[in-house]
C-alpha cells in the first residue's frame, strides 16, 4: 500500500495562474480532504469528500474547487492563484466518518508568486 | 463556531522528564480527540486518539486524558527522548458536523 500519494512535492505559479494538486489513495477509503498549513499553524479544511460523486466545503473554501469522480482521486484546483495561496496542501483520508483516524499524504508546497 | 485552544505554543523539557499539552473545546457535540504529531518537513501522523465515552487512554509513553465537564483534553509524555521532538496537535470531532478543527500546534524540543 503506498498510501495517500500526493504530486507535485512542491511547486511555484506565478499569480494568475492556475493548477491542480493531485492525490490519489490505494486504500479503498471513502473520505477524502484537503488542508492547508500556513508557517507555524495548525491545519485549516479547504475541501472534503464522503464518496465518489460528493464534495462539500470546508472552513476556508474560496480560491478553490474539487472534484471526485472515483474512490481513488480527490483533485484540488487553484483558479487565478493569489500570493496568500502560498501554503503547504495537504491531502488525507479516512475509512468512513470523520472520527475514524485520518492518514495523510507528504504535502505539497506550493509558492505563488 | 467550534474552536480548538491549545497550550502551550512552545514547550521545552530535559530529556527524561514529561511533557504535557492541553486543548480546550468549545463544541459540546465534540465525541472524537484525535492528537497527531508533525516532523520539520513531514505529514502528520496520529499518535493517539480519545473518545468522549472515554476518560483516559494509554499507549506506552503516551496518554491522552479527557474532562467533558471542563471541556479540555490533555496528551502526557513521559520518559520523553529528542526522538519526540516535533509539533503536536490536537483535534477535535463534532457529531454535528463531522469535520476534524485542529489546534495551533505545539513545538516540542526535548534537550539531551
Known amino acids: 500500500n503506498a498510501g495517500v500519494t500526493q504530486t507535485p512535492k512542491f511547486h511555484i505559479l506565478k499569480i494568475g495562474q492556475s493548477m491542480t494538486l493531485q492525490c490519489t489513495q490505494d486504500?479503498?477509503?471513502?473520505?477524502m480532504y484537503w488542508y492547508r498549513q500556513d508557517p507555524g499553524m495548525g491545519l485549516k479544511l479547504i475541501y472534503y469528500?464522503?464518496?465518489?460523486?460528493?464534495?462539500d466545503k470546508g472552513e476556508v473554501p474560496n480560491g478553490y474547487n474539487v472534484s471526485r469522480s472515483t474512490t481513488e482521486d480527490f483533485p484540488l484546483r487553484l483558479e487565478l492563484a493569489a500570493p496568500s495561496q502560498t501554503s503547504v496542501y495537504f491531502c488525507?483520508?479516512?475509512?468512513?466518518?470523520?472520527?475514524?483516524?485520518?492518514?495523510f499524504g507528504d504535502g505539497t508546497r506550493l509558492s505563488i508568486l | 463556531g467550534e474552536n480548538v485552544e491549545q497550550h502551550p505554543s512552545t514547550l521545552s523539557v530535559q530529556e527524561g522528564d514529561s511533557a504535557v499539552i492541553k486543548c480546550t473545546y468549545s463544541?459540546?457535540?465534540?465525541?472524537?480527540f484525535p492528537w497527531y504529531k508533525q516532523e520539520l518537513g513531514k505529514r502528520p501522523q496520529l499518535i493517539i486518539d480519545i473518545r468522549s465515552n472515554v476518560g483516559e487512554k494509554k499507549d506506552q509513553r503516551i496518554a491522552v486524558t479527557l474532562n467533558k465537564t471542563a471541556k479540555h483534553f490533555s496528551l502526557h509524555i513521559t520518559e520523553t527522548q529528542p526522538e519526540d521532538s516535533a509539533v503536536y496537535f490536537c483535534?477535535?470531532?463534532?457529531?454535528?458536523?463531522?469535520?476534524?478543527?485542529f489546534g495551533t500546534g505545539t513545538r516540542l524540543q526535548v534537550f539531551p
Open positions: 488525507a483520508s479516512s475509512y468512513s466518518a470523520g472520527n475514524q483516524p485520518q492518514h
Open positions: 486504500m479503498n477509503h471513502n473520505y
Open positions: 469528500s464522503v464518496g465518489a460523486g460528493i464534495t
Open positions: 483535534a477535535d470531532l463534532s457529531y454535528n458536523t463531522d469535520k476534524l478543527i
Open positions: 463544541d459540546s457535540a465534540s465525541n472524537y
